[in-house]
Structures are given as C-alpha cells and as structure tokens.
C-alpha cells in the first residue's frame, strides 16, 4: 500500500531518515545537470552561492541535533 503524504508536512530531517539521504561532493554525482548549461551571470552565481550557505547551515544543524 502507498503512504501519500502531503508536501507541506515534508521535511528534509523526516526525508534524511526516512530514505538514508545524506550530502553528496561528487564532481560525477548527476552528471547531466552539467550538459548543455547555459552560462550564468555574476549575479546569479552570488545568489545561488547564498542559497548553497543556506542550505549548508540547515544541513549542518540537522546533523547537530541528531547526535
């Protein structure tokens, strides 16, 4: 039987324990994402650079709280 569960009582934290996600450095990891990209402005990259901080931080406290 399929347990559907709404999006809006998602977590990551319910998803990490759930599924035994954890952080990926691969360089190789989902290759295709990197085929056929267009360039992306100065502005863009400051932006997605904040975003990465911001989910680093999120990650880093989940692992905290867990130990």
């Known amino acids: 039987m399929i347990q ?3 999006a809006q009582n998602l977590t990551i934290a319910y ?4 599924f035994a996600l954890y ?3 691969d360089e190789q990891f989902f290759t ?3 085929d056929y990209i267009p360039k992306i402005s100065e502005l ?3 932006s997605l650079d904040r975003v990465k ?5 999120q990650f880093a406290m989940t692992l905290s709280t867990r130990r």
């Not at 998803?15 to 759930?18: A, F, G, P």
């Not at 901080?53 to 931080?57: G, H, K, V």
């Open 32 to 34: 295709e994402w990197f």
């Open 4 to 6: 559907v569960i709404q």
């Open 15 to 18: 998803l990490k324990e759930k």
């Open 23 to 25: 952080k990926s450095e």
């Open 53 to 57: 901080t911001i989910r680093n931080s």
């Open 44 to 46: 863009e990259k400051q």
